[in-house]
T-cell receptor, first 115, second 115 residues
Framework: ETGVTQTPRHLVMGMTNKKSLKCEQH?????MYWYKQSAKKPLELMFV???????ENNSVPSRFSPECPNSSHLFLHLHTLQPEDSALYLC??????????????FGSGTQLSVL | EDQVTQSPEALRLQEGESSSLNCSYT??????LFWYRQDPGKGPEFLFT???AGEEKEKERLKATLTKKESFLHITAPKPEDSATYLC????????????????FGPGTSLSVIP
């Protein structure tokens, strides 16, 4: 398998649930990202990891908790979410990471619905 | 404040009817401007990177151009398979208060090409 893979593709959870999103990249990249894409809004950067170290936490509520155990895997742990957190969550990777100007390789995303 | 806007929000074209999409940006020193294509239910797919005013890049029916304030994505004789949302993103200079020069995405233009 190649590219950036995200699981699950769809997730429905209640406000009191705890769930995790998983991302895996098979490209040998050093940087990984979480983005949020809400309807009618631009992509919003949530977290950036470069060589497994978090380099950016873009003022994200603590109910979202990232984890990067190695350069190929990235998780987003979710707990006590709100309905406004319903969105498409996209994982991306890039060869070197910040501050290099380079393209991002995106996964297909997890469509999250919070009831 | 750094920002990216795109126009029009949506565009319907007849097959073969050429047109252009606009991306206007304000950023404290441009380091790179990106164009991505996003199909429904998928993550964005990279198209082009432009680095300086006057630069142009082409790929099949698409041509991207860059000035100091905006970029255009020209679509020549489009086909139905060109239907997608086209995203523009800008990477600015490294800011003093952060270790990460952020990539800011525009809201996108939804293109529909009718047979």
């Amino acid at each position: 398998e190649t590219g950036v893979t995200q699981t699950p593709r769809h997730l429905v959870m209640g406000m009191t649930n705890k769930k995790s999103l998983k991302c895996e990249q098979h490209l040998g990249h050093n940087a990984m990202y979480w983005y949020k894409q809400s309807a009618k809004k631009p992509l919003e950067l949530m977290f950036v990891y470069s060589l497994e170290e978090r380099v950016e936490n873009n003022s994200v509520p603590s109910r979202f908790s990232p984890e990067c155990p190695n350069s190929s895997h990235l998780f987003l742990h979710l707990h006590t979410l709100q309905p406004e957190d319903s969105a498409l969550y996209l994982c991306a990777s890039s060869p070197q990471g910040p501050p290099t100007v380079e393209k991002l390789f995106f996964g297909s995303g997890t469509q999250l619905s919070v009831l | 404040e750094d920002q990216v806007t795109q126009s029009p929000e949506a565009l319907r074209l007849q097959e073969g009817e050429s047109s252009s999409l606009n991306c206007s940006y304000t950023v404290s020193g441009l380091r790179g401007l990106f164009w991505y294509r996003q199909d429904p239910g998928k993550g964005p797919e990279f198209l082009f990177t432009l680095y300086s005013a006057g630069e142009e890049k082409e790929k099949e029916r698409l041509k991207a151009t860059l000035t100091k304030k905006e970029s255009f994505l020209h679509i020549t004789a489009p086909k139905p398979e060109d239907s997608a949302t086209y995203l523009c993103a800008v990477q600015g200079i490294l800011l003093a208060e952060t270790s990460y020069d952020k990539v800011i995405f525009g809201p996108g233009t939804s293109l529909s090409v009718i047979p």
